[in-house]
């Protein structure tokens, strides 16, 4: 049984959707080479953008892991290999504009960004963010607060991958968003990438229109294959009327 059998059982549907086009924008990838667990070389790099821009996308912000623990990149660091990037599509003739942001972990650290200002936003002061999959931090609602009270737009990555959410009501989910948090699903989520639940979730965000954003989260060449067949999923056309804010930035 091939991988994307496996991934729909024996009858795969046929969405009328066929690009990324509508989207516009993916402000969520791991293109910078060797900084995080996402590409390893500006081939590989150049590589993904281009069927990146195959499928439509005329923009990336592409987002590397910044965590305390693992993944300790400066603005420094992810803007100059947003440059080497940049540089090296300019020198091909590649045309999809390419800028940076960051996905940052929430831990400690965040404290010190506020403070600092330290943070590469996007948008209109937007700030993606994730949570660790195992156990909800202790001071999630203090760090969202104080990152919101600072005047950060906060979206956060992939809401339907993390297991302490999932309950029936999605009462986490809408306290969360009366509480201003924005959220990003994976478009992989929807063709069963992480799990089961992780679709179904995303599945309901989408059906209760609690879904602002849709990422790629793409981190490599193999990835590419999995994002194309998202064109199978039934839910890419309720996504699609689901009047996400991915084009505006
Ligand atoms: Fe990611």
Do not use: C
């Not at 506020?114 to 660790?132: C, D």
Request: a negative charge; zero cysteines.
């Amino acid at each position: 049984m091939s991988f994307f059998s496996k991934l729909f059982g024996s009858k795969p549907q046929d969405s009328s959707i066929k690009d990324f086009s509508w989207l516009q924008t993916d402000m969520h990838s791991h293109l910078i080479p060797g900084i995080d667990d996402g590409v390893k070389t500006l081939e590989d790099a150049i590589a993904v953008i281009e069927q990146l821009a195959a499928l439509g996308y005329t923009k990336i912000i592409t987002s590397p892991h910044v965590m305390l623990d693992g993944y300790v990149n400066t603005p420094e660091i992810i803007l100059r290999g947003r440059d080497d990037v940049r540089n090296e599509l300019s020198k091909r003739n590649i045309k999809i504009e390419f800028d940076a942001t960051a996905e940052y972990y929430l831990d400690e650290g965040i404290f010190q960004k506020i403070k600092n200002k330290e943070f590469i936003t996007f948008g209109n002061n937007h700030v993606l963010v994730e949570l660790s999959y195992y156990t909800k931090p202790m001071n999630m609602t203090k760090l969202f607060f104080e990152l919101r009270s600072a005047g950060y737009k906060v979206i956060l990555a992939h809401p339907e991958r993390y297991p302490f959410f999932y309950q029936s009501s999605l009462e986490d989910y809408k306290e969360l968003r009366d509480s201003g948090i924005l959220f990003q699903i994976n478009l992989g989520s929807l063709i069963g990438l992480y799990g089961k639940n992780a679709q179904s979730y995303a599945e309901r965000l989408i059906d209760n229109n609690m879904i602002e954003f849709a990422g790629t989260d793409i981190h490599n060449m193999r990835h590419t294959e999995i994002i194309k067949s998202v064109f199978q999923s039934p839910y890419i056309d309720k996504l699609a009327k689901s009047n996400l804010q991915n084009n505006s930035l």
